[in-house]
């Protein structure tokens, strides 16, 4: 009985060593788990803050998309903006109004199966007129060069044109309900609903909402 008592003591004392080793090992777990969290809160917030910083270089920034590749051989691509606006915005004017600090071509991306002129970059001095420029653009919304169809919008940041083109689809939808659409910067999705403006920040949010009005369900 004695020999089993010892063995009982020392094995419940192993028991408790391990225990307190396991103890440990958890709490280093956790800690290493909250340093990670950190770590890519960390990124996450850096990655942001970059993307703003970016976007803000760009503030006055136009894109002017679906130029062929060389008409602004003869007189600069500051003059393709020109030619923008006295064909679609003849009552705006920008000589002696909005000063252009610089215009040129983005650089290429090649798609082979499908070769697309590269956008031309239009720098302006003051980003009031840029956003004179877009208000004009929404109200028309069909944009015309030498009577083809263009687009014109902001000039963004890489990752923030990525994040406002997963929402082309819905934002077609959408549009062709006649429900305003918008995008908000950076990334936010707006239109009217039921006679009040709904914004969301992304697609897991829209969800939510949709699943709550049987409208919406049938559109999107």
């Known amino acids: 009985m004695n020999q089993i008592q010892q063995n009982t003591d020392s094995l419940n004392a192993r028991v408790e060593t ?3 080793q396991i103890n440990i090992i958890e709490d280093r777990q956790a800690e ?26 760009r503030s006055k920034n136009l894109r002017i998309i679906g130029i062929p590749e060389n008409v602004e051989k003869e ?10 606006i006295e064909e679609n915005f003849p009552n705006l004017g920008i000589e002696g109004e909005m000063c252009v600090e610089e215009a040129f071509r983005s650089p ?18 003051r ?3 840029k956003e004179r420029i877009l208000r ?22 890489t990752e923030t044109l990525q994040a406002r083109r997963e929402w082309s689809d819905i934002f077609k939808t959408l549009k062709d309900k006649n429900l305003q659409p918008r995008i ?18 992304d697609k ?17």
């Open 136 to 157: 004009k653009v929404r109200k028309k919304r069909r944009i015309t060069y030498k009577g083809a169809p263009i687009r014109l919008s902001a000039d963004f940041s």
């Open 18 to 20: 391990i225990e307190e």
């Open 75 to 84: 007189n600069g691509a500051e003059s393709v903006l020109n030619e923008i």
């Open 108 to 125: 290429r991306f090649l798609n082979v199966k499908k070769p697309t002129a590269r956008r031309i970059v239009v720098q302006l001095a």
């Open 32 to 57: 290493w788990l909250q340093t990670e969290e950190e770590r890519e809160l960390r990124i996450k917030n850096n990655e942001e803050n970059l993307r703003e910083i970016v976007d803000s270089m």
């Open 127 to 129: 980003r009031k007129d």
């Open 204 to 220: 897991q949010k829209l969800r939510e909402f949709v699943t709550k009005s049987p409208p919406l369900q049938e559109i999107l």
């Open 184 to 201: 908000l910067y950076p990334a936010r999705i707006s239109f009217r609903c039921e006679g009040e403006i709904k914004s969301f920040p």
